[in-house]
């Protein structure tokens, strides 16, 4: 059972940090599901007897304010998606116009158990982003009870995710479902990985992912490199890669990597020949080609059969399972073999009993595409976070509460 699933929220007013960071058009949410994940933590406080305030951030209203003079903080307000919370949460969510002062005070004095509160967007306040002390302060009062179930701010040391924690006792304070789920799957796969432990890694730039690299070093036994960024260790190897994407200024990165690797017996799986194209588009003319001779003019877009049939077999050989990243341009038909073998690999390594994380947009993206969202064991909605975690450092909003 859960620390959260233990804790009594009776006659509590619990004031959650949430992320309802939705997308808005005209007016309407066009996809509910932060608002849907959060709606468990919700319950289980009102459940309980208690009663909830929300808080959280919507978009960058100072600085688009700044670039757009026509903008208002009407175009950031969480009034918008009171009526849509109300019919998911199936009770009545009253709304603060302000997240501080004599208005959401009266208000979240007044709640009864049962009732929950929506306050106004956190970041209409200059002072949410610097991590102010006296406005998360402010914020504190408002509760008796701090619940974080924000993982995707979990990495800013912002006043309503991190600095407004010091304000409750230890007994007071605690992470929700979203967030409780998100590290522990995390830990799991970065502190307690069973071997033989596997990082697919994928994406564009090497210098995006140097640092998971290098951290992944100390805990996997294999690390397979595809996506654009498996050009530049071709190069920086003597290869031929045509017009294929390429940091040029990361060869001597990619090479410490490799040696780095070799040293402490870490297996770095590169792709041995990849799908290309004769120019970036989804009717481009396509042929095979092994990656250390990409002719002139070409491009890799995918993996190729070979590079699949390898990656295949180190995945379902694993136990523990970490993907970031797609595997090529998967977006477009002809591109997209390559990361439907890996994930209809890594499901098939899950059937199997591995624990698999998914953890990154791109890949969270492509496990959607193919429906293999509910076939792996945890899908991060991190985004930075999770990457963050990834790296090995330290996230505000979870030492806040850990402490």
Sequence with gaps: ?????????????????????????????????????????????????????????????????????????????????????????????????????????????????????????????????????????????????????????AHRAHASTAVIAQFFPDDKKSFGYVMEGEVNAAEKVMKNAEKPFVAIIGGAKVSDKILIIENLLDSATDIIIGGGMAYTFFKAQGGSIGNSLCEDDRFETALNLLEKAKARGVNIHLPEDSVIADKFDAAANTQLSDNNNIPDGWMGLDIGPKATEAFVKVITASRTILWNGPMGVFEMEKFQAGTKAVAEAVKAATDKG??????GGDSVAAVNKFGFADKVSYVSTGGGAMLEFFEGKELPGIAAIKK
Excluded at 354 to 359: C, P, T
């Design 354 to 359: 591995a624990f698999s994380l998914v953890g």
């Design 1 to 153: 059972m859960s620390k959260f699933e233990q804790q009594n929220f009776n006659k509590e007013k619990a004031l959650i940090r949430v992320d309802f960071n939705v997308p808005v058009k005209d007016g309407k949410i066009t996809d509910d599901t932060r608002i849907r994940a959060a709606l468990p933590t919700i319950k289980k406080v009102l459940d309980d007897g208690g009663s909830v305030i929300l808080m959280s951030h919507w978009g960058r209203p100072i600085k688009d304010m700044a670039k757009k003079p026509e903008l208002t903080p009407a175009d950031f307000s969480l009034s918008r998606i009171v009526a849509h919370l109300s019919g998911a949460l199936g009770t009545e969510v009253q709304f603060a116009a302000d997240c501080i002062g004599a208005e959401a005070a009266d208000k979240a004095a007044a709640l009864q158990p049962g009732q929950v509160l929506l306050l106004e967007n956190l970041r209409l306040h200059k002072e949410e982003e610097k991590g102010d002390e006296a406005f998360a302060r402010e914020l504190a009062q408002l509760g008796t009870f701090y619940i974080n179930d924000a993982f995707g701010t």
